[in-house]
């Protein structure tokens, strides 16, 4: 049996597999949203639980402060959320204007980053047609194997990274989840809220493989989200992973995610090749920028000291 949907043909087949899809994407959120509240929720505890210790040698029963209470479940997921979306929104203004600081390095990047896409842009056709010769049934088995990692199961490895890093008290798993996270939303905003639509460009599947390029008129090839997913997640991955063989692993997974993008003529190269050199450009800016905060809060002074409220008068605390 076979159903029409936008001048398209989906098998039934077909049309089990978007569900799949539609829910592994529902499931990956629920894991976001739990790894988001599971941090940040610890990180809340530990600093109240900081900030409300006193010295009981130094202060007598009488003389202790009452007891704070306990914040309560919806406080605990208001400060979670809340403490994510001001995270979020620093990092993306630091990205917005990250062009406004850079050097001579980084202009060179960025120019040989232009050459790339103009290239690819010039090899389109070249690229289409060789992969349309080329399209088996393996291609297809691939492609079926591996897309996910470009849709909601980039958002999933994340969470996991992230929640495995908390379970298992290791930072270093945990700020990999934690800033692939961050980069496969930034860059998912960023592309299907201002890139597609202001490109519009038609799919190849769409324009019988011609470029067509018609702003907001809805159509959204330039850029490929499944390449952007992909190469975000697997950016920080490689940047947080020690050694050559997990990077090559991500980088490669993602590199066939965008192949299978091609090969199923929902894009052309030129659409992946943006997307690949924008969210590996987003995820080291994060992971860097990241980096160099806690280089600066490591060289904070390692005794602080703090005026704690008493009964008939105040009292001087020290943390170390």
């Known amino acids: 049996m076979a159903y029409a949907k936008a001048g398209r043909v989906l098998s039934t087949k077909d049309r089990g597999r978007r569900r799949l899809a539609t829910q592994s994407w529902r499931f990956a959120s629920a894991a976001c949203l739990a790894s988001f509240l599971l941090l940040e929720g610890r990180a809340a505890s530990e600093e109240l639980e900081g900030c409300s210790g006193v010295d009981a040698a130094a202060v007598s029963p009488q003389e202790s402060p009452r007891a704070e209470a306990k914040a309560s479940v919806p406080e605990v997921v208001g400060g979670a959320v809340w403490g994510e979306i001001k995270r979020y929104g620093s990092d993306t203004a630091a990205l917005v204007v990250a062009p406004f600081h850079w050097d001579a390095t980084d202009r060179w990047k960025a120019a040989g980053s232009a050459a790339l896409i103009g290239g690819a842009f ?12 080329n399209r088996s049934d393996f ?16 958002f999933a490895v994340a969470a996991g990274l992230l929640g495995a890093g908390l379970a298992l008290e290791n930072p270093e798993v945990r700020d990999m989840g934690r800033d692939a996270l961050e980069t496969a939303i930034i860059a998912g905003l960023f592309t299907n809220l201002v890139i597609k639509p202001t490109a519009g460009r038609w799919r190849p599947s769409e ?6 390029f018609d702003p907001f008129s809805g159509h959204t090839s330039y850029t490929s989200g499944h ?7 697997a950016s920080v991955i490689a940047m947080r992973s020690p050694g050559w063989v997990i ?5 490669g997974l993602a590199t066939v995610v965008a192949c299978d993008r091609i090969n199923d003529r929902a894009h052309f190269a030129s659409d992946v090749v943006t997307a690949a050199l924008f969210a590996t450009a987003t995820g080291r800016f994060i992971v860097n920028r990241h980096r160099s905060m806690s280089t600066h809060d490591a060289k904070a002074p390692a ?18």
């Open 122 to 133: 010039a090899a389109d056709h070249a690229v289409y047609d060789a992969f349309a010769r």
């Open 139 to 154: 291609t297809d088995s691939v492609s079926k194997a591996t897309t996910w990692f470009g849709g909601g199961g980039g």
């Open 207 to 212: 324009s019988n493989g011609e470029t067509k």
């Open 227 to 233: 390449a952007t997913q992909a190469f975000a997640v």
């Open 247 to 251: 990077p090559t692993i991500a980088y």
């Open 303 to 320: 005794v602080a000291f703090e005026v704690l409220p008493i009964r008939d008068g105040v009292a001087l605390g020290a943390r170390w």
